[in-house]
């Protein structure tokens, strides 16, 4: 679970409900047709721009931004070091049954390959179509919040030029002219709030855990075709340490020494 984002939009939410809280005619801020002309227009608009399929999948998109487990490289380059280890001793056939117990897919697929004596030019090219299509799934997800993030207060706008009309068609009444242009600026509120606090940073994490998994699976590919050349155990740990930051990299060099 990514408790950085559970707690950015508690925080962001908390602050927003306090103010209003604290304030005069709370009961202001919660106007049903607003919140319609917002979630209806920004669902709407998506829908036009991308097929309903994709749309529908927003649910698991929002899902990996919530409970996306961040990568351990340092765990996954000693896993990799163990199995180069095992196979420059005993040969590739003899981590058939390590291979079996690797929870990771992308690293299982890659090994099994190797065991199975595919040429490297071929277990390169599978690996990087699966990594090439993991990014544009990816990036998908991305592009359809940042469309929530940019219709929301686009509607959010169009709901207010609908409150003005409406408050300006009742000018020969001042006393609603303070209360029309409450209701007609709520929509803008909704809209920033959406966009702002939820969908634009959701899109932002997305693409930040698919940069960190794309570095992730590179390495992984690295690491097994260095398996199959035969690579010595520590030429494997230094090259696939150069995956790391600075600060991950110096603890695992730690950690081994």
Do not use: C, W
């Amino acid at each position: 679970m990514d408790l950085a984002t559970i707690i950015g939009i508690v925080i962001g939410s908390g602050l927003i409900v306090f103010t209003i809280a604290t304030g005069q005619g709370a009961e202001m801020f919660f106007h049903i047709p607003s919140l319609l002309i917002v979630g209806g227009g920004m669902i709407a608009s998506t829908l036009i721009s991308f097929t309903l399929k994709e749309v529908l999948g927003v649910v698991g998109i929002i899902r990996k931004a919530f409970f996306s487990d961040p990568a351990d490289g340092a765990a996954m380059i000693e896993q990799i070091v163990a199995l180069s280890k095992k196979a420059r001793k005993e040969g590739l056939l003899a981590i058939d049954k390590d291979v079996n117990e690797i929870t990771d897919s992308f690293l299982r697929g890659g090994m099994e390959m190797v065991v199975d004596g595919t040429e490297p030019e071929l277990i390169r090219a599978v690996m990087e179509t699966e990594l090439s299509y993991t990014q544009s799934r990816h990036a998908k997800g991305a592009q359809i919040l940042n469309a929530f993030g940019t219709y929301a207060p686009a509607f959010g706008m169009i709901g207010t030029l609908m409150g003005l009309v409406q408050m300006l068609s009742k000018l020969d009444d001042p006393s609603k002219i303070g209360g029309g242009m409450a209701v007609a600026l709520i929509t803008t509120f909704y809209g920033s709030v959406f966009a702002n606090l939820i969908f634009l940073p959701l899109a932002g994490k997305l693409q930040a855990n698919s940069g960190t998994e794309t570095i992730m699976k590179e390495m992984i590919i690295e690491g097994v075709l260095a398996i199959q050349f035969g690579e010595h155990p520590n030429t494997i740990h230094r090259k696939l340490s150069n995956f790391l930051a600075p600060k991950d990299r110096k603890q695992l060099d730690e950690g081994n020494a």
